[in-house]
């Protein structure tokens, strides 16, 4: 599988390219059949290699869960875990009578993608908050106290609304607005918080679906990522809980986000009109910074400001800014 494979569909490998070269979690939203799915299976095939460390580790966790193959004493790819709906709490974070890694962990160094977000229990998304801040995910029983690392890229993907056409132009869609509204607020406001990239994947045209050129293969994608997390790695050598730009905290992106004039006015402009919080202007800044570090430049212009809030499609277009 490969990203030539997707037809039309720019903007949305864009984003995920940023997404790979900043360690960054989208959630693409669009209707029935625009190709959300087949983009984020194609996601693991735009992410660096994995290093021994990281491979040692993941086959650490593959076995401890009793899902290492015979045949593969090292994993050598990075994971792609794609759960369904129907998933517990548990199943998702680890438990069990005997704890287990849950999905979050075997998705360590990996990709995690939850497909229709909004069908999952609400419980179930919530408990998934803490590993995403905290990399790590803690399961404790009366006696013994786990703790598995759960460093994974999450890839989400939703409905604009519960018949899947409210954004589609070639299809009449039956939900009234109370119906939407309800469908979207399943998805809470701390959560996506915790999504940088939120992108509209629209239905394909029927000229792209036609065209005979091929977009571009993962492998020329993946080299962009890889220069850019190179440029990361170097960044970040003295900290070593940081490995990618996602992952900073206030501190590093007061040092390396830093805007001049003009990016401060844009900045000001979109928080009003958006009214995003403080978490999400953060997240703005972080998504600069990665595309920044794509274009292999160390100051992050308006460009690049403009670029990643236009990443915020939930705050801009569904009136979600939390």
């Known amino acids: 599988?490969?990203?030539?494979?997707?037809?039309?569909?720019?903007?949305?490998?864009?984003?995920?390219?940023?997404?790979?070269?900043?360690?960054?979690?989208?959630?693409?939203?669009?209707?029935?059949?625009?190709?959300?799915?087949?983009?984020?299976?194609?996601?693991?095939?735009?992410?660096?290699?994995l290093t021994l460390d990281e491979a040692l580790e993941t086959t650490k966790i593959h076995s401890v869960a009793g899902l290492l193959p015979s045949d593969t004493p090292l994993i050598a790819t990075r994971p792609f875990r794609s759960p369904h709906h129907t998933i517990s709490d548990a199943g998702l974070i680890g438990g069990g009578k005997i704890p287990r890694p849950g999905e979050v962990s075997l998705a360590h160094h990996g990709v995690l993608f939850l497909d229709e977000l909004p069908?999952?229990?609400?419980?179930?998304?919530?408990?998934?908050?803490?590993?995403?801040e905290d990399g790590v995910v803690t399961i404790s029983r009366a006696m013994i106290s786990l703790t598995y690392p759960s460093q994974f890229l999450l890839v989400a993907a939703m409905n604009p609304c519960p018949c899947g056409y409210s954004t589609d132009p070639n299809h009449e869609c039956s939900c009234s607005p109370p119906q939407i509204q309800r469908y979207l607020s399943r998805i809470s406001g701390p959560l996506l918080d915790r999504i940088d990239l939120h992108i509209e994947v629209p239905a394909v045209k029927y000229k792209e679906l036609a065209s005979k050129n091929s977009g571009e293969p993962s492998a020329a994608i993946r080299k962009r990522v890889e220069a850019a997390r190179q440029i990361q790695q170097r960044r970040f050598a003295d900290k070593p809980k940081i490995h990618c730009n996602a992952h900073m905290e206030s501190k590093e992106i007061r040092t390396y986000c830093k805007i001049d004039e003009r990016g401060a006015e844009l900045m000001q402009m979109a928080i009003s009109r958006l009214g995003l919080s403080a978490r999400a202007y953060d997240r703005i800044l972080k998504v600069a910074r990665t595309i920044a570090d794509l274009e292999g430049v160390a100051e992050i212009k308006p460009a690049h400001l403009s670029e990643a809030i236009q990443y915020r499609s939930l705050d801009r277009n569904f009136g979600l800014a939390f």
Do not use: C
């Open 1 to 49: 599988i490969d990203f030539q494979d997707v037809k039309g569909q720019e903007h949305a490998k864009r984003a995920l390219e940023v997404a790979a070269a900043g360690g960054h979690n989208i959630i693409m939203i669009g209707p029935p059949g625009s190709g959300k799915t087949m983009l984020a299976k194609r996601f693991a095939t735009i992410l660096p290699d």
């Open 119 to 132: 069908e999952f229990k609400k419980n179930v998304l919530e408990v998934m908050r803490q590993p995403m």
